[in-house]
């Protein structure tokens, strides 16, 4: 199996870092030391139903 990547490797670091910086940042703003972890996915729970939405429209797996 031969895996190929769109963009070169700088495009792909970028988008790389790009991700791995929101993912540390969501976490810094979202969780809390004092929080259990229960409350912790409760936040991150919270945090994503606030913020997102399911595209239905586009579902791959939902086509007829």
């Given at each position: 199996v031969k895996?190929?990547?769109?963009?070169?490797l700088?495009?792909?670091?970028s988008k790389?870092d790009?991700?791995?910086?929101?993912?540390e940042?969501?976490?810094q703003?979202v969780l809390?030391e004092?929080?259990?972890?229960?409350?912790n996915?409760?936040?991150l729970?919270?945090y994503?139903?606030d913020?997102?939405?399911?595209?239905?429209?586009?579902n791959?797996?939902?086509?007829?």
């Open positions: 895996i190929q990547y769109r963009g070169d700088e495009w792909r670091k790389y790009g991700f791995k910086n929101a993912v940042d969501l976490l703003n809390k004092e929080y259990s972890d229960f409350e996915a409760l936040a729970f919270e994503f139903t913020n997102y939405v399911y595209d239905f429209e586009h791959v797996w939902n086509k007829s």
